[in-house]
């Protein structure tokens, strides 16, 4: 029976590399270059700046975004004041509630003059092209799509055919209004990212900023709109909607939007705490010198290795340099060797470690968490403290500490000595340090870093259990976890929360070689 499946997989495997084989991107469009707008100083965002920043030039304004309704009404806030630009740039773009809002904001923007660029990620492209071909069409708003696949052949064959391109994705969340004000961190365009999916949540975090900063994220995001990599969505559509079709698509969108007017989310957002603030003149920035790091886009065409242009080489002197305390919350977490032997060299000097990060449960890749549990024993023997999310909160719990409902975290931060932080994209997994690009910034503000390192003090235990490694009767080791279970404390020897099953699968995938692909 063997000898005859053999033949028949290789013809099909022969199939796959001879349709993928095929795969072909446009050439010989036009591209035409385009910068950050430097010329904003007199919009009402610029005025507002430099208001703001009176005696504090060459100061940064910083405010953290922790609550996914305060983080829509920023970028709505921005988007609608916006006089000259708006830049956009995202990994993941999609067609919910949140995805529908978001572009309506970027067109009435666009209607109003103000020009408009929008970079996304193939990945999540598939079945929007038609949409973003449409408001592409809009004489203000130009949208490219970086990395894409091939059209002419289908996307799974080039995972295999294209291993090595496709698999290596802009990994990068950004958005710029004016040239004035950014926001950066670890939203996608999503229901899940911002509180409109009562059954999904991420406990995610951007961070809002102006001054010095804003005119990073600007420079940083005109590297990868004019990259080779960045396609204009109209060269890689093969029928662009008519005039007609985009009028009815706009017109349905318009539709849309007039109907949530009175939906609970959009009272949500109304009443979200930034919005309140806004209203009250009470929102309080942080204030600090920073820098924005990020990856070079042509890093996705590059051999795997270590690059002194790459984010791990900008942030490593931050991390090395902290002396007595270092928090991490980095949703999907694949240490690695070298980051293990990192970790311990920072215990053996002193320093306190804590990390938070997914339990099996609440991990929404569960290959991550086989990558990441080879290496759970050998950071608890080196002092860590690990904290992994507890998925099974109440929903009264769950608000008392993030605000919603939260199910995930997806937060990507560290805070350093309590004397700075670092809010992006980046997760602590082999994919993010050399596979894909991120971006983040990180912030010299004693005071925010003590705020985020307090709000871990008092809610880490509510919200994640604590690992210990305890020794067996029998010589061995065993991992054990502390924290509530339905709202009482308790002590478990297996992963909270999580069926045989996913224990089963978590396990078996661990025997394997894979971290360095996650």
């Not at 004000?181 to 999916?197: C, H, M, P």
């Not at 590297?223 to 890689?236: F, K, R, V």
């Not at 569960?366 to 002092?383: N, P, W």
Request: glycine share 6%; proline share 4%; with cysteine.
């Amino acid at each position: 029976m063997m000898a005859r499946c053999l033949p028949v997989a290789a013809l099909a495997f022969s199939l796959i590399l001879a349709v993928g084989g095929c795969a072909k991107l446009p050439e010989g469009f036009e591209k035409p270059e385009s910068f950050a707008l430097a010329d904003t100083d007199e919009t009402a965002l610029g005025m507002a700046s430099r208001e703001l920043r009176r005696g504090r030039e060459g100061e940064n304004g910083i405010y953290p975004l922790g609550n996914g309704l305060d983080a829509f009404v920023a970028r709505a806030v921005l988007a609608n004041y916006a006089e000259r630009s708006l830049d956009a740039q995202y990994y993941l773009y999609h067609k919910d509630l949140l995805g529908r809002l978001f572009t309506d904001l970027l067109l009435d923007a666009a209607d109003r003059g103000v020009r408009v660029r929008l970079l996304v990620d193939d990945m999540d492209v598939a079945d929007k092209e038609l949409g973003l071909a449409a408001a592409d069409s809009h004489p203000n708003m130009e949208i490219r799509v970086f990395n894409p696949f091939a059209r002419n052949v289908g996307r799974t064959s080039q995972f295999i055919t294209r291993l090595g391109e496709v698999d290596r994705r802009m990994h990068n969340k950004s958005f710029n209004a004016d040239n004035q004000y950014a926001i950066l961190g670890g939203r996608n365009i999503g229901n899940e990212y911002f509180e409109a999916d009562p059954e999904i949540g991420f406990s995610d975090l951007d961070v809002l900023v102006i001054g010095p900063l804003a005119w990073e994220v600007s420079t940083a995001f005109d590297l990868y709109w004019n990259s080779e990599l960045a396609y204009p969505i109209s060269a890689l559509v093969t029928e662009p909607p008519s005039p007609e079709e985009t009028a009815e698509m706009r017109a349905r969108l318009d539709s849309y939007v007039r109907d949530q007017e009175n939906s609970e989310y959009l009272d949500a957002l109304r009443n979200s705490n930034f919005a309140k603030a806004l209203r009250n003149d009470t929102v309080r920035l942080y204030w600090g010198d920073g820098e924005v790091i990020y990856d070079p886009p042509e890093k996705l065409l590059e051999a795997r290795g270590r690059d002194a242009r790459y984010l791990t080489a900008q942030l490593s002197p931050h991390m090395q340099a902290v002396e007595d305390e270092l928090i991490i919350f980095s949703p999907y977490f694949v240490p690695g060797k070298d980051g293990v032997a990192a970790l311990r060299a920072a215990r053996e000097r002193g320093v306190r470690v804590r990390i938070l990060t997914n339990s099996l449960a609440s991990n929404d890749v569960a290959m991550v968490h086989a990558g990441y549990l080879k290496f759970r024993k050998a950071l608890l023997r080196a002092g860590v403290e690990l904290y992994e999310m507890n998925a099974q909160l109440t929903t009264e719990q769950r608000k008392a500490t993030f605000g919603s409902s939260v199910a995930s975290l997806h937060a990507k931060s560290f805070v350093l000595d309590r004397q700075s932080v670092f809010i992006g994209s980046l997760n602590l997994d082999p994919r993010a340090v050399y596979f894909n690009t991120e971006i983040g910034v990180v912030v010299e503000s004693p005071e925010l870093a003590a705020d985020m390192a307090r709000i871990f003090d008092e809610r880490i235990d509510k919200v994640a259990f604590r690992l210990e490694l305890v020794e067996t009767e029998k010589g061995g080791e065993k991992v054990l976890w502390y924290g509530l279970v339905d709202g009482q404390p308790q002590v478990l020897d297996h992963e909270p929360n999580a069926t045989l099953w996913q224990r089963f699968v978590a396990n078996f995938l661990s025997i394997f070689p894979i971290e360095s692909q996650l």
